[in-house]
């Protein structure tokens, strides 16, 4: 199976008043066609900027990003706008993402108009046909997003992002600001989507038990770089790295009366402004030594398709 994604040493730097804010620094990553990276890692540490780096939502400082092959940041603005077709995103927020003076079909009908795909009475059957696979009611053809809740909010999202029938999806996020409820149902619904249209995902979360639900491949980050990646049934059962240790303690366990062993984390998160150098993690990781002060760790392979950066290895 070829990789329908591939970045390398992506970089997003941003320039603040007080020198630069290290969002992203050398993230590299494939894809298989039909398969899903769940990204993880605590807020602020440069998950959602690498989505949009990707799709070129914003514009990387360095590296590559290539789709099938084609380092798509050559692209020009002509080139780009055709390549939008096969790269969408789902938002975090359903409600801020769409533009309340609009009713749900004309919102969903918006990209189909721009890359003019169809009008008319065609334009109408095919929004009718996206809004009946995203499970949202006929009768809201004509309302506001206002007028929605959560839920279908974020069903015309999903439907919006695949309007232009993409290949490859970055989900930033896209249960977060939902209902526990309703969580479960827009899971489920892209999971259906995806096997229905072969799509691959770059899936953004926090819940690292939503993350392995979805995910083939689980990436973890810690302060713009890259702490550990594997397989995801690989992840949950041997952990490498102290930061994803850490994360995985802190799942609750529906279990009466269990005490799982918490492992607490010390300081807080360092600024990602002219980071100093070493590894980001050494200041909060219990088990620090010297080196870890002077010198970055390299991602290495400890295993099959099981990567980390730390020194320990």
């Known amino acids: 199976m070829n990789n329908l994604i591939e970045v390398r040493n992506l970089k997003k730097f941003f320039n603040v008043s007080l020198g630069k804010l290290h969002a992203v620094e050398d993230i590299s990553f494939d894809i298989k066609k039909g398969e899903t990276l769940g990204l993880v890692g605590e807020s602020g540490c440069g998950k959602s900027t690498t989505g949009r780096a990707v799709l070129r939502l914003i514009e990387a400082t360095d590296g590559e990003v290539r789709y099938q092959g084609e380092d798509i940041f050559s692209f ?43 009008k008319g009475n065609a334009l109408n059957e095919m929004v009718l046909e996206l809004m009946k696979s995203g499970g949202i009611n006929e009768k ?23 309007a232009l029938n993409p290949e490859f999806i970055v ?18 619904l892209l999971q259906d989507i995806q096997e229905q249209r072969d799509l691959t995902y770059l899936f953004i ?58 492992i607490i984390l010390k300081g807080d998160v360092p600024s ?13 990781c219990n088990y620090t030594k010297a080196i870890c002060n002077e010198c970055d760790p390299e991602l290495i392979e400890i295993g099959p398709k099981h990567f980390v950066a730390c020194h320990l290895y």
């Open 76 to 118: 020009d603005s002509t080139k780009m706008k055709e390549m939008r077709k096969k790269l969408q995103i789902i938002f975090q927020d359903p409600y801020s993402c769409l533009d309340n003076r609009k009713t749900v079909s004309q919102i969903i009908a918006e990209p189909l108009k721009i890359h003019r795909i169809a």
């Open 140 to 162: 809201l053809y004509n309302s506001y997003p206002h007028e929605l809740d959560g839920g279908s909010r974020q069903r015309v999202g999903i439907i919006r992002s695949l």
């Open 171 to 188: 989900c930033d996020e896209p249960i977060s600001a939902l209902d526990v409820s309703i969580q479960a149902q827009i899971l489920n």
């Open 205 to 262: 979360s926090h819940d690292l038990s939503v993350v392995k639900h979805i995910s083939n491949k689980i990436m973890v980050m810690y302060l713009g770089k890259t702490a550990e990646v594997s397989e995801s049934d690989e992840l949950f059962l041997n952990p490498a790295h102290p930061y994803t240790k850490a994360l995985l303690s802190a799942i609750p366990v529906p279990i009466y009366n269990y005490k799982s062993e918490r």
């Open 272 to 284: 990602p402004i002219n980071p100093a150098q070493g590894c980001r993690f050494a200041s909060r």
